[in-house]
């Protein structure tokens, strides 16, 4: 039966460790000297992704039309969902902030 801790095998000399860790030092050097350019001309996957990035750029360059009707849906949604009173409609609806008079004044139409 062979013992299970037996661990003559394995090389545990001081030169071992010398040559593992002056291996070690010398590959972290050569990385450290790399630039992110030179990862991403030798990195498969930065190449899929900058691949996949410019064609979603050019699906979003090609269909400008998609994003007017989007602003046009808004637009309708906004007005559907709006307030029924004319003070809320006028915060609503703009883009900017209501004048004075749309809000003051407001209440005042149905009065006459």
């Known amino acids: ?3 299970v801790f037996d661990t003559t095998q394995i090389r545990d ?5 010398d040559a593992l860790a002056a291996r070690v030092a010398r ?8 630039s992110g350019f030179d990862w991403f001309v030798h990195s498969r ?3 899929v992704a900058a691949s996949i990035l410019l064609a979603a750029a050019l699906v979003l ?3 400008p ?12 949604w906004a007005r559907a969902l709006a307030p029924a ?7 609503v609806l703009r883009d900017g902030p209501p004048a004075i008079g749309a809000l003051v004044l407001s209440g005042q139409r149905g009065r006459r």
């Open 27 to 34: 590959e972290a050097i050569h990385r450290s000297k790399q």
């Open 45 to 47: 996957a930065s190449w």
């Open 61 to 63: 360059m090609v269909l």
């Open 85 to 91: 009173d004319d003070v809320g409609r006028a915060i």
């Open 13 to 17: 000399d001081t030169a071992y460790w």
């Open 65 to 76: 039309s998609q994003r007017e009707s989007a602003k046009t849906f808004g637009a309708e």
């Open 1 to 3: 039966m062979t013992d």
